[in-house]
Nanobody, 124 residues
Framework: QVHLVESGGGLVQAGGSLRLSCVGSGRILSYYTMGWFRQAPGKEREFVAAISRNGSSTVYADSIKVRFTVSRDNVKNTVYLQMNSLHSEDTAVYYC?????????????????WGLGTQVTVSS
């Protein structure tokens, strides 16, 4: 069982930055591919970014490429999402998720464990 807790969300003006953190407990996160997803009101959960077990590979949604950076510190059992140049369209609840598979997936159902999410609100 993996327990994930996100933090770092909040209210920010358009063009600003936030850094989300996801701390894992229960198991070593280096065994898992880690993903970030987001869900805006009335919309389906969508893929944002993911990082391989050792951090050597990353994948991003086209809508956020270049603006966001996913990273991980396996010693701290933590995954990060640095978000820059935020737009109002980035407003959503952001979730981190863990997948025991090796291949990086953009599909939410591939991820076995989820945090409760952290709210990001970007004001225009």
């Amino acid at each position: 069982q993996v327990h994930l807790v996100e933090s770092g969300g909040g209210l920010v003006q358009a063009g600003g930055s936030l850094r989300l953190s996801c701390v894992g407990s229960g198991r070593i996160l280096s065994y898992y591919t880690m993903g970030w997803f987001r869900q805006a009101p009335g919309k389906e959960r969508e893929f944002v970014a993911a990082i391989s077990r050792n951090g050597s590979s990353t994948v991003y949604a086209d809508s956020i490429k270049v603006r966001f950076t996913v990273s991980r510190d396996n010693v701290k059992n933590t995954v990060y999402l640095q978000m820059n140049s935020l737009h109002s369209e980035d407003t959503a609840v952001y979730y981190c998720a863990a997948d025991f598979g090796v291949a990086i997936s953009r599909i939410p159902r591939q991820y076995e464990y989820w945090g409760l999410g952290t709210q990001v609100t970007v004001s225009s």
